[in-house]
């Protein structure tokens, strides 16, 4: 299964209640502005939030907006039991290995797996896992992940884009103003945090930034 990553937010609760938003409202008002694809992300939810919290998120998106789950297998099972459109998961480095996440994801489902040096790319390209697109990062400095990795700059991140064999989207501390540097540098997507989860206007915010990705063409 392929799916659009160009412009990718990585949701953050805790972001978007400090901004005043209801984050199934904020995440439906970036899709109107232009995201491609959704990760829920929540490290302090229980199980039943979290994936409460993916199913209201599944009803509010367009039917051409991905939806993926981070880390969580069992939530992403759960809410394609129930029914939900839910396209896949993304798990981390730490999280449980790619190729027992794919074993039970089934083939159809999108595959997504951070890394950050030259070995973990190679591996996530050549393992059995079928990973289907790396998260690469932190491109800058960035709050919104504890273990977040040393931050690469945007020239160390172009040259893991073109050792990577696989569609590469850049996260961490990126803004609109990294946009085309990074798809200039040959990146799938850009995945965004606070850029959207804390603007006063998620719509506008996403507009933005897809006009910043479209400058690139």
């Known amino acids: 299964m392929s799916i659009d990553l160009s412009l990718y937010l990585v949701?953050?609760?805790?972001?978007?209640?400090?901004?005043?938003?209801?984050?199934?409202?904020?995440?439906?008002?970036?899709?109107?502005?232009?995201?491609?694809?959704?990760?829920?992300?929540?490290?302090?939810?229980?199980?039943?939030?979290?994936?409460?919290?993916?199913?209201?998120?599944?009803?509010?998106?367009?039917?051409?907006?991905?939806?993926?789950?981070?880390?969580?297998?069992?939530?992403?099972?759960?809410?394609r039991a129930a029914g939900a459109r839910v396209e896949g998961v993304h798990v981390g480095q730490s999280d449980l290995p790619a190729h027992a996440v794919r074993e039970l994801?089934?083939?159809?489902?999108?595959?997504?797996?951070?890394?950050?040096?030259?070995?973990?790319?190679?591996?996530?390209?050549a393992g059995p896992a079928r990973v289907d697109y790396v998260g690469i990062g932190a491109v800058h400095a960035t709050t919104t992940k504890k273990d977040a990795p040393e931050p690469l700059g945007l020239g160390r991140f172009a040259r893991l884009v073109a050792a990577s064999p696989l569609p590469a989207v850049g996260i961490g501390g990126v803004t609109s103003a990294d946009l085309p540097e990074m798809r200039s540098a040959g990146a799938a997507g850009a995945a965004v945090v606070?850029?959207?989860?804390?603007?006063?206007?998620?719509?506008?915010?996403?507009?933005?930034?897809?006009?910043?990705?479209?400058?690139?063409?």
């Open 11 to 79: 949701t953050d609760s805790r972001l978007a209640e400090a901004a005043g938003h209801d984050l199934v409202e904020l995440v439906r008002a970036a899709a109107e502005g232009g995201v491609t694809a959704v990760q829920v992300r929540d490290k302090d939810a229980s199980v039943r939030e979290f994936l409460d919290t993916v199913l209201r998120i599944s009803d509010a998106l367009p039917a051409g907006v991905a939806l993926l789950v981070n880390d969580r297998v069992d939530v992403f099972l759960a809410a």
């Open 194 to 217: 606070s850029a959207i989860c804390s603007a006063p206007d998620p719509a506008t915010a996403a507009r933005e930034l897809r006009a910043a990705w479209g400058a690139a063409s």
């Open 105 to 125: 994801i089934g083939a159809e489902a999108v595959l997504g797996l951070s890394a950050s040096t030259p070995e973990q790319l190679r591996l996530a390209a």
